[in-house]
């Protein structure tokens, strides 16, 4: 009697767990069926912002045909943002029909720009038929299999399932030979069970560790991609400056030239030198911006830093004086040639000081000293000090602590570049509200760093 009555229950039990089954594998293969038709989807939009970019329809209307063929697949369509259809392929169907297609529609995007819309049918009666064939072979394999569990569970179900299914369920640890599983007199069946369990938990743990890494390299790559975009405006924006630019400046350097050629005033000869000097900056700058988005070509040679610094800071002195910053020290102990761009060591002392003063700085100090094969450059004010939300991204472009209107967020990145394009470099070394020290160092020229 108590056979029959574990027979009967194991064969409303395995009727019930069927049916849940059979629901549960429809609900998956339709979910499978729907995560099918959204990965085209997303493949679709894909190209298709490809396609967007370039105006390239009639790769995409080619590329819809293509999908069309596939088994399944009943209608695609692209969508402009503004309604404009861009290509289609199959036919829609009909509002009665709803039932028997998976409809997805997913956008295309630019970054948080929309740009339109996708749209794929996917036929779904094969899915139900196969839900269906699936229920009737599953309920009849169940009852059979109920049947031959009843059989083998009135021989095996204490000795050789319970308690070796307790000791496993007590702690599984992944390790073969754990002193708490008894694998010596365990069933071969169920020592594979332990052994997989603990190979999947320790897959579960590497592919959660993947996952976390993948999202890190999809952030990353999409700022990249951002970035990448500004700097493409930034030297469309240059080309048209460099432009316009050029030809007065060339213009005032001729007249330049006619003028200090006309003159034997020295004094006057003086300025206009002065004047032809700053023209050739402002064409250097022009040719900078262009260099912040495409590999700088830089013209190094061997250069006296310590009389090109002081220089700088003669020819600054009364702008800085104007906006607060009275006080700049110039100390250094080396005379030996460094392996630099004038015009960027000009920029990049350019660029640091003007920060300072934005900073609200009223001194500066300028420290040059040689060490082995280098030579060291270190900068010191006491303004308000670098914000630590930007820190670490302090030399990527367009971060800047500036309010919108005061700055483009370019200046340290183009400095970044110019020095990395002749073997120098440039960093922080610290930042408070009492100031900031950056330190560049440079090479020294060739034929100096073995002396």
């Not at 399932?161 to 169920?190: K, T, Y």
């Not at 900078?288 to 013209?299: C, G, I, K, M, W």
């Not at 906006?323 to 700049?328: A, F, K, Q, V």
Request: net charge negative; charged share 25%.
């Amino acid at each position: 009697m108590l056979s029959l009555h574990i027979g009967g229950g194991l064969l409303a039990l395995g009727l019930l767990l069927g049916v849940l089954a059979t629901q549960g594998v429809g609900r998956l293969l339709e979910q499978a069926f729907h995560d099918k038709a959204e990965a085209l989807a997303r493949q679709l939009a894909t190209v298709s912002l490809d396609a967007l970019l370039v105006y390239d329809y009639g790769t995409l209307e080619r590329y819809l045909r293509d999908l069309s063929n596939q088994s399944g697949v009943r209608y695609l369509q692209v969508r402009r943002f503004d309604g404009e259809v861009l290509g289609e392929a199959g036919e829609l169907p009909p509002p009665r029909e709803e039932g028997n297609h998976v409809l997805v529609r997913w956008p295309v995007r630019l970054g948080d720009n929309p740009l339109g819309e996708v749209t794929v049918s996917y036929d779904a009666i094969p899915v139900r038929e196969a839900v269906w064939r699936i229920s009737l072979f599953g309920l009849a394999g169940l009852v059979v299999a109920v049947a031959l569990l009843y059989l083998w569970l009135r021989h095996t179900l204490e000795r050789r399932l319970i308690l070796p299914v307790q000791a496993i369920a007590a702690r599984v640890s992944g390790r073969e030979n754990h002193p708490d599983l008894p694998l010596g007199r365990m069933p071969e069946e169920l020592v594979r069970i332990a052994r997989t369990f603990g190979r999947l938990c320790s897959q579960i743990e590497d592919t959660g560790r993947q996952r976390e890494e993948a999202q890190r390299l999809a952030r990353s790559a999409t700022e990249r991609l951002c970035r990448d975009q500004r700097l493409a405006s930034v030297g469309q924006m240059a080309a048209g400056l460099a432009h316009g630019l050029n030809t007065p400046l060339g213009n005032i350097i001729g007249y330049t030239h006619q003028a200090m050629r006309g003159t034997d005033d020295s004094h006057l000869r003086e300025r206009l030198a002065v004047i032809e000097e700053q023209a050739q900056v402002c064409s250097g700058i022009v040719r900078n911006l262009l260099d912040s988005v495409r590999p700088p070509e830089a013209n190094p040679g061997s250069l006296d830093l310590m009389e090109k610094v002081e220089a700088v800071v003669r020819l600054m002195g009364p702008v800085l004086r104007d906006r607060g910053i009275d006080d700049i020290q110039v100390q250094g102990t080396t005379g030996k040639p460094v392996w630099a761009d004038p015009t960027c060591v000009e920029q990049v002392m350019f660029n640091l000081m003007t920060n300072a003063a934005d900073a609200g700085a009223r001194s500066l100090g300028i420290l040059i000293e040689e060490t082995g094969t280098e030579v060291h450059l270190t900068l010191v004010d006491d303004g308000s000090g670098v914000p630590e939300a930007i820190r670490p991204r302090l030399f990527e472009p367009f971060v800047s602590s500036k309010p919108p209107g005061k700055g483009t967020g370019l200046g340290l990145h183009i400095c970044k570049t110019l020095l990395n394009s002749v073997g120098a470099d440039i960093e922080l070394l610290d930042t408070s509200p009492q100031g900031s020290r950056f330190h560049i160092t440079w090479r020294k020229a060739p034929g100096e760093e073995s002396r």
